[in-house]
């Protein structure tokens, strides 16, 4: 069958597929739009719902000092007895005042609140239709590459420029597919990357922890409880190094330029030796020892920072060539989308002469 029969036979179903996809391609923009504006408003309504539980606490507050002046008969027969009765009732009314003006603002803080759930019931019913039509459109977009694909598949020499522009869609596709993969990857090493480094933030925290103890140690401010928390903190230190190493090499597998965090110094702990044999002099080589693991781990964190900037640039660069492969992609389907769709209507119009296949016919004589 040639193609220009099998193109009057689908032309209904390309015709009736270009359609839904003229009428819907506005979708996936307008859906991106009310998601984001679903998104603004639920962040106002939860400060708005905040703010309207600290305006009730302000209300109860002033109300309830507004009563104790309405009620305190003892103040009020003291100012009195003072001479003092105008200015009580200035204290009352101000009170009062306050109270007022703390319902009024509540009033306030609720109506907002009423008028931004309204717009969000609205928003969201708004995003619920947009996913409608770009279901559609997706739907639409999917059977007609399904059908530009079965019919058009392998060589058409009868519609000029469709067999080098499938190709370049082809190449275009490789290059996108690729392309993502280094951001999918950029972004697993810089999540492995970040979880190593809050293990030697631990192990920070918890060597500056043993270095104290040490400190204190060193200067005879010693105890049992002393020595067991810093072998503790020594012991989480060597842990938390080892997960973070443990992270690092599991990112230079995926990413070769990833290197090493460097040497980490661990000081020992011998607790039974510092209760036995414990003196100036092993305490402050004890302390030493620390202060390396200290100086050392310092320096792994800031080779892993440095790792990490150096990452977060490559998948910035990954995340624009990714991009820039897409609009690529997205620019070769169309153009291969619409040299179909025009074979379609060279068809309809009888404009499209098939090749001649093999040598021309001979003549009889």
């Known amino acids: 069958m040639y193609i220009t029969e099998v193109l009057r036979a689908t032309a209904t179903d390309n015709d009736r597929l270009l359609k839904i996809?003229?009428?819907?391609?506005y979708g996936p923009a307008a859906l991106q739009q009310s998601s984001n504006y679903v998104d603004n408003l639920k962040k106002d309504i939860t400060a708005q719902e905040k703010l309207l539980r600290d305006t009730k606490i302000t209300i109860a507050r002033e109300e309830a000092e507004h009563r104790e002046y309405q009620t305190s008969h003892v103040k009020r027969l003291a100012y009195r007895l003072g001479g003092k009765r105008e200015k009580f009732e200035q204290k009352a009314s101000k009170e009062e005042q306050d109270w007022v003006e703390?319902?009024?603002?509540?009033?306030e803080v609720q109506k907002k609140l009423d008028l931004l759930n309204q717009n969000i019931a609205e928003a969201t019913k708004t995003c619920a239709e947009m996913e409608t039509v770009v279901a559609t459109y997706k739907q639409?977009?999917?059977?007609?590459?399904?059908?530009?694909?079965?019919?058009?598949?392998?060589p058409t020499p009868d519609i000029p420029g469709e067999d080098q522009l499938e190709g370049a869609v082809y190449q275009a596709t490789t290059e996108f597919n690729l392309a993502q993969g280094n951001v999918d990857k950029g972004k697993q090493v810089r999540n492995l990357l970040t979880s190593a480094m809050k293990f030697l933030y631990e192990a920070t925290q918890d060597v500056e922890s043993a270095r104290s103890n040490a400190k204190m140690d060193a200067f005879g401010f010693d105890s049992t409880f002393m020595?067991?928390?810093?072998?503790?903190?020594l012991s989480r230190v060597r842990q938390n190094v080892s997960q973070a190493e443990m992270l690092v090499t599991q990112a230079r597998t995926m990413d070769p330029l990833i290197g090493n965090i460097g040497a980490v110094v661990h000081a020992q702990s011998h607790f039974m030796s510092e209760v036995l044999f414990d003196n100036v002099f092993s305490d402050t080589k004890k302390y030493n020892e620390i202060k390396r693991s200290q100086?050392?781990?310092?320096?792994?964190k800031n080779s892993l920072q440095t790792m990490i900037e150096a990452s977060t640039g490559r998948?910035?660069?990954?995340?624009?060539?990714s991009m820039k492969a897409r609009q690529s992609l997205e620019e070769k389907r169309l153009q291969l989308q619409q040299i179909r769709a025009e074979a379609y209507q060279k068809a309809a119009r009888g404009e499209l002469v098939p090749v001649q296949q093999g040598p021309p016919p001979g003549y009889q004589w």
Not at 21 to 25: A, D, H, P
């Open 102 to 107: 703390a319902v009024q603002r509540g009033f």
């Open 295 to 300: 100086e050392s781990i310092l320096k792994a």
């Open 140 to 154: 639409a977009e999917y059977e007609l590459d399904s059908l530009y694909k079965s019919v058009f598949q392998g």
């Open 227 to 233: 020595d067991i928390a810093e072998a503790n903190a």
């Open 21 to 25: 996809i003229s009428e819907t391609n």
């Open 315 to 321: 998948l910035e660069v990954a995340v624009v060539e």
